[in-house]
């Protein structure tokens, strides 16, 4: 019999793994550079950061020897055919999500958003913009770790794992003053990112294990991020956009059951 190693035998525990690895071997050079503790700063850290998920997908899937699976991980990139619905909530979930936390904020007293200094004519070179770097993310999460995991797991358990992760994958750029992310509260950055777990997995499942989908809802959830900061109101508006988002989460979870998102 053939001695497995450690990588054919927790192919996720590996993934993930290296995916720390290579993002912090960018991202925290660039938090250091940030507080006089490093002496340069580069693209390349950013790019090593954003592609660390993918670079580890490709290693682990080039060790296990799975031609068939690398290509199976690209290949969902251009699946694109599912129902209207997926087309819909897709694009409007973060403009409706938004415009509800905006306007819960107002409400309040608590967020003034001045939409006249919204860059509109920028949207859409930022979307495109995001949706090529955030791809890379979700190659990683959903393309590689996320099937696997619902093999033996059931949806709820997957994201709250998956969730709590990625939050954990963020800390060098909570860290790094010339982050946005370095004005969100730890706590408030967790929540979100288990709810958009539960929403991306609830998106992956929907659309037949689509990387299109989630890609371009990543994108755009970036791209209403960089409108708020160019807004003023990025960090007074995000308890209100983590609220919305949690509450869309624990619905899916009461509609479907914890075992299957669908």
């Known amino acids: 019999m053939e001695k497995r ?23 925290v050079p660039q938090a250091l550079h940030a507080r006089g503790l490093f002496p340069f700063d580069s693209p ?11 670079l580890a997908a490709v290693i682990v899937l080039a060790v296990l020897r799975e031609r068939e699976g690398l290509r199976r991980l690209f290949a969902a990139l251009v699946r694109v055919r599912a129902s209207a619905w ?3 909530a897709t ?19 608590w967020v003034a958003p001045a939409l006249g200094r919204l860059p509109w004519g920028a ?5 495109v913009t995001m949706l090529v770097s955030n ?20 949806d709820l358990a997957v994201s709250l794992l998956m969730g709590l992760l990625w939050s954990v994958w963020h ?13 969100l509260p730890w706590y408030g950055e967790l929540v979100f990112s288990l709810a958009l777990t539960v929403i991306y997995t609830w998106l992956y499942r929907g659309t037949g294990g689509s990387l299109f989908f989630v890609s371009v809802f990543h994108a755009l959830s970036n791209t209403v991020a960089f409108a708020l900061l160019e807004a ?13 988002t949690a509450l869309v989460a624990l619905g899916i979870v009461w509609a479907s059951g914890p075992r299957r998102f669908g």
Do not use: C, H, K
Request: no cysteine; hydrophobic share 55%.
């Open 86 to 88: 997926w087309y819909a």
């Open 91 to 109: 694009l409007g979930y973060w403009p409706l999500a938004t415009a509800v936390a905006l306007g819960l904020g107002a409400l309040g007293g």
């Open 135 to 154: 791809v890379w993310e979700e190659i990683g999460w959903r393309g590689f770790a996320l099937p696997r995991l619902q093999a033996r797991y059931g």
């Open 232 to 244: 003023g109101v990025f960090v007074s508006s995000y308890p209100f956009v983590v609220g919305v």
């Open 171 to 183: 800390l060098p750029l909570l860290a790094n003053p010339a982050s946005p992310m370095a004005g």
């Open 5 to 27: 190693n450690i990588v054919q035998r927790y192919p996720v525990m590996a993934f993930y793994v290296l995916a720390f690895a290579l993002s912090w071997l960018g991202w």
């Open 123 to 127: 949207l859409l070179p930022i979307f």
């Open 44 to 54: 390349a850290l950013s790019l090593l950061g954003g592609g660390g998920p993918t």
